[in-house]
């Protein structure tokens, strides 16, 4: 069963930046899309940014042009480069792996990814 793993979260000034990363294990990694959530108290789960088996990527509106997903395949990684942060973006963050292999879309519904991370806090101060 695909286990996958966060880090790199913390406590950052406004206006500072962090990577995230997500370490998958098993073979299969490059067939699947991933994609990076993130839940504040109080909130529900909402979708940050995705990419593809092809390494097409896509980003929610409010942090497109602030946050970059990457994916290194020899290594079973994705990550996800923050800056600019703001203290709205204060969140538990979690990768997650698509259900499909070889999927031709994005998706932003935590429903079509089914194998989670724990999660790894980012706090974000004013």
């Known amino acids: 069963q695909v286990q996958l793993v966060e880090s790199g979260g913390g406590l950052v000034q406004a206006g500072g930046s962090l990577r995230l990363s997500c370490a998958a294990s098993?073979?299969?990694?490059?067939?699947?899309?991933m994609g990076w959530f993130r839940q504040a108290p109080g909130k529900e789960r909402e979708f940050v940014a995705a990419?593809?088996?092809?390494?097409?990527?896509y980003y929610a509106d409010s942090v497109k042009g602030r946050f970059t997903i990457s994916r290194d395949n020899a290594k079973n990684t994705v990550y996800l480069q923050m800056n600019s942060l703001r203290p709205e973006d204060t969140a538990v963050y979690y990768c997650?792996?698509?259900?499909?292999?070889?999927?031709?879309?994005?998706?932003?519904?935590?429903?079509?990814?089914?194998?989670w991370g724990q999660g790894t806090q980012v706090t974000v101060s004013s």
């Open positions: 997650a792996r698509r259900s499909t292999s070889y999927s031709g879309s994005h998706s932003t519904m935590p429903r079509e990814y089914n194998t």
């Open positions: 990419i593809s088996w092809s390494v097409s990527t």
């Open positions: 098993g073979r299969t990694f490059s067939r699947y899309g």
